[in-house]
């Protein structure tokens, strides 16, 4: 039996990666695992609004929902970031906005609507006209370039400004995520610990615990019933 009600997209914006739309029918623990972004999460619960801006993270999240909640998430590219209250800030943590009304909120000194699955895009961009977000060029490029320019500690420094992750840390992440997608995809897990880096398949192992909160067995298992479920 489905606990929840689930809508997702890529999102058609330079600033965001995709929007999330769920409806929990039932109560549930929802494991939320680091995977580069940041969010802006809308969440109604028994009529009352919350709107929290979240921070990368390093470590998975237990979030616990109740019937009836509802969640509007959208996912913003690392190199994006509020100059007011960069990535450093916002690290590990969620920051709760300020409401006006039943449908507005405060972000910075903009006031601003809720927005909907539908027209997530255009709050985006409202975000960006008005500067209240920006996309830094040098953490792009790092990224691009797979994290290989950020040997000079100013770099580095900047990197870990902008995002709130120091540049390894960035980089355990990304691996951890390649190596889910390896293994779901029914590579072994020694093959795929030796092709990443890691020392040896217990160091993926527990890498992959500590930053997604799953084992390799649990990852292919996950595949293996997803794919089953799949018409």
């Not at 999460?41 to 509802?70: C, H, K, M, Y």
Request: proline share 6%; charged share 25%.
């Amino acid at each position: 039996m489905s606990v929840m009600s689930e809508q997702e997209r890529p999102a058609d914006s330079p600033f965001a990666t995709k929007i999330r739309r769920v409806q929990f029918t039932h109560a549930v623990q929802e494991t939320v695992a680091p995977d580069g972004s940041w969010d802006m999460l809308f969440i109604q619960r028994n009529g009352e609004l919350l709107v929290v801006q979240t921070g990368q993270i390093a470590a998975p999240v237990v979030a616990d929902w109740s019937p009836g909640d509802t969640l509007l998430s959208i996912s913003f590219r690392p190199e994006v970031y509020m100059p007011q209250r960069p990535g450093r800030m916002t690290a590990h943590q969620g920051l709760v906005c300020p409401l006006d009304g039943r449908r507005h909120h405060w972000l910075g000194h903009e006031r601003l609507e809720v927005p909907s699955f539908d027209n997530a895009e255009q709050f985006v961009q409202r975000l960006a006209a008005k500067g209240v977000i920006e996309r830094d060029r040098t953490v792009r490029r790092a990224l691009d370039g797979a994290l290989r320019e950020l040997d000079d500690r100013t770099m580095q420094r900047h990197f870990a400004e902008v995002t709130g992750l120091s540049a390894k840390t960035f980089q355990q992440v990304l691996r951890a995520h390649e190596a889910a997608n390896r293994l779901g995809a029914g590579q072994p897990p020694a093959s795929v610990a030796a092709d990443l880096g890691f020392a040896d398949q217990a160091h993926l192992t527990n890498s992959l615990k500590r930053i997604l909160g799953r084992t390799p067995g649990r990852i292919v298992k996950d595949a293996q019933e997803s794919g089953r479920q799949m018409p």
